[in-house]
């Protein structure tokens, strides 16, 4: 199996130039690629200047220009994506990963850990961490920020994906690419961070998108301000093998019942800064 990413410049309020962005990348030789990940937010752009501009940018998931777009790009290439969405359900804006294939939508998650201007306009996530059976594999999806909360992967760990496809908008430089392969080795699992390039207002994102193996090993890596398509032949048999040593599972020797403070919202009331959602 093939995995890849898509790393370019979403066009901030212009879909239909991000569509065209888009099929100039896929023009290029796919070398056969099964999977393939675009950046956050892939069909609004980012750094909006107001809830008004994150609105109007924003599409249902039903009623989608850019998810009937992707499905068409699978169907011609017998190809799975999972791409950032700005998504809206009825009167609350979401942002989403959607995962498509050439038989349609399969599979949706909505980012649980909002970072910086995000939560003046999105609500956090209220689906948990899904995944999905494509068949070949099974696929779970994080975006973003939630890079920095371990207990995120685990649980798509724990229920059984092979890859988490992370679509993401990273500012903070090398920091993800950093810690992304550790939870690649940490879940023994493949990760494909989809990262986009170029600058929106006062934001430049980072590039550098990777796919990562269950042994924490680069397969690939993207330069930081190119656009460009990388691709990794993958062994989802190895993502299937949690033994660490032959008295040794990652599951198995798990101890929940040491864990219990990991589901209480903050028991020593640590931490500091702001963190509320505006709307
Ligand atoms: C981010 O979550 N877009 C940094």
């Known amino acids: 199996m093939k995995i890849g990413f898509l ?11 991000t569509m065209h962005r888009i099929d100039s990348l896929l023009q290029e030789n796919m070398e056969g690629c099964d999977l393939l990940v675009l950046p956050e937010l892939c069909n609004s752009g980012y750094n909006f200047q107001s809830y008004e501009q994150a609105w109007e940018t924003s599409e249902p998931i039903e009623d989608s220009i850019f998810v009937r777009y992707l499905i068409n790009k699978c169907r011609e290439r017998n190809l799975h994506v999972v791409s950032g969405f700005n998504e809206r359900d009825r009167d609350t804006l979401y942002n989403s990963a959607i995962l498509v294939g050439p038989h349609g ?20 996530g209220n689906q948990g961490v899904p995944v999905f059976d494509i068949g070949s594999c099974i696929i779970g999806m994080l975006i973003c920020f939630d890079w920095t909360f371990p207990e995120a992967w685990r649980i798509a760990a724990l229920k059984g994906a092979d890859i988490i496809c992370h679509p ?4 903070l430089p090398g920091l993800a690419q950093r810690g992304v392969p550790i939870h690649a080795l940490l879940n ?17 994102f980072t590039g550098s998108s990777i796919i990562a193996n269950p042994r924490g090993d680069l397969l690939c890596q993207a330069s930081p301000i190119k656009a460009e398509v990388g691709i990794a032949e993958i062994d989802i048999g190895l993502a299937r093998d949690k033994q660490i040593t032959d008295r040794n599972d990652l599951f198995k020797d798990r101890r929940p019942e040491e864990y219990s403070l990991l589901t209480e919202p903050n028991p020593f009331g640590r931490g500091s800064g702001r963190t509320g959602h505006g709307k």
């Open 7 to 17: 790393q370019f410049a979403p066009v901030l309020g212009d879909l239909r130039a």
């Open 105 to 124: 939508l399969i599979g949706t998650y909505r980012k649980l850990h909002l970072f910086l201007n995000e939560k003046d306009f999105f609500r956090p």
């Open 168 to 171: 993401s908008n990273l500012v």
């Open 188 to 204: 023994r699992l493949y990760i494909v961070t989809a990262n986009r390039i170029g600058a929106e207002r006062d934001l430049s």
